[in-house]
């Protein structure tokens, strides 16, 4: 009897810390690429050009500390003129399209990086960026298989919120515009 009561002492202990480690590893919120009250482009009511540093360094703090952010300001250093949100692999590309909607544009190509099957060594991958709000938002995506397409699961690796300039969209002239998912945007040689 000593024996089995041990053995639900022991599991005990063991669901209480699977939980919290589960709890310090909680995925984002999911208000997390909430734009607020403004249009793209937005995040959490923060937009270049009128926003300011040191608001938007304390609002990623406090949604999330496991993320990087790179804000980059105008002569003032106070006011964005774009910042970065970079990922850890959480985000996939359904969880923009459900907070941005689709995009206007967007290109395939190979990128380098690494895999979660073997993280130490680089390789060519698909990736992909898409842009949104008029090329303002960037949004870089990755997939770790070979496949030549867009697909919803694809990896967030960073997205970028630009400033509207007076030379145009941020995207490169002939970007293709966004078919959906599916193989229509060719392959270029490796």
Same mark, same amino acid.
């Given at each position: 009897?000593?024996?089995?009561?041990g053995v639900f002492i022991?599991?005990?202990?063991?669901?209480?810390?699977?939980?919290?480690?589960?709890?310090?590893?909680?995925?984002?919120?999911?208000?997390?690429?909430?734009?607020?009250?403004?249009?793209?482009?937005?995040?959490?009511?923060?937009?270049?050009?009128?926003?300011?540093?040191?608001?938007?360094?304390?609002?990623?703090?406090?949604?999330n500390e496991r993320y990087?952010?790179?804000?980059?300001?105008?002569?003032?250093?106070?006011?964005?003129?774009?910042?970065?949100?970079?990922?850890?692999?959480?985000?996939?590309?359904?969880?923009?399209?459900?907070?941005?909607?689709?995009?206007?544009?967007?290109?395939?190509?190979?990128?380098?990086?690494?895999?979660?099957?073997?993280?130490?060594?680089?390789?060519?991958?698909?990736?992909?960026?898409?842009?949104?709000?008029?090329?303002?938002?960037?949004?870089?995506?990755?997939?770790?298989?070979?496949?030549?397409?867009?697909?919803?699961?694809?990896?967030?690796?960073?997205?970028? *919120?630009?400033?509207?300039?007076?030379?145009?969209?941020?995207?490169?002239?002939?970007?293709?515009?966004?078919?959906?998912?599916?193989?229509? *945007?060719?392959?270029?040689?490796?």
């Open positions: 009897m000593a024996w089995v009561v022991v599991s005990g202990a063991f669901l209480t810390g699977v939980r919290a480690i589960a709890q310090s590893s909680q995925p984002l919120p999911e208000t997390y690429l909430d734009p607020g009250d403004c249009a793209q482009p937005c995040w959490q009511g923060i937009q270049p050009g009128t926003g300011l540093r040191d608001y938007f360094s304390t609002e990623l703090g406090r949604i990087g952010g790179t804000p980059r300001t105008d002569q003032s250093g106070e006011i964005l003129t774009e910042f970065e949100l970079i990922m850890r692999g959480d985000i996939h590309l359904s969880d923009i399209f459900a907070a941005m909607g689709q995009p206007s544009n967007a290109i395939l190509q190979y990128v380098a990086g690494t895999t979660s099957a073997n993280p130490s060594q680089r390789e060519l991958l698909v990736g992909g960026t898409l842009y949104f709000g008029n090329g303002l938002v960037q949004v870089s995506v990755v997939r770790e298989d070979q496949e030549w397409l867009f697909s919803p699961e694809m990896v967030v690796r960073r997205i970028r *919120y630009s400033s509207p300039s007076p030379e145009g969209p941020a995207m490169p002239i002939g970007t293709p515009k966004w078919h959906g998912f599916g193989r229509d *945007y060719g392959q270029p040689a490796r």
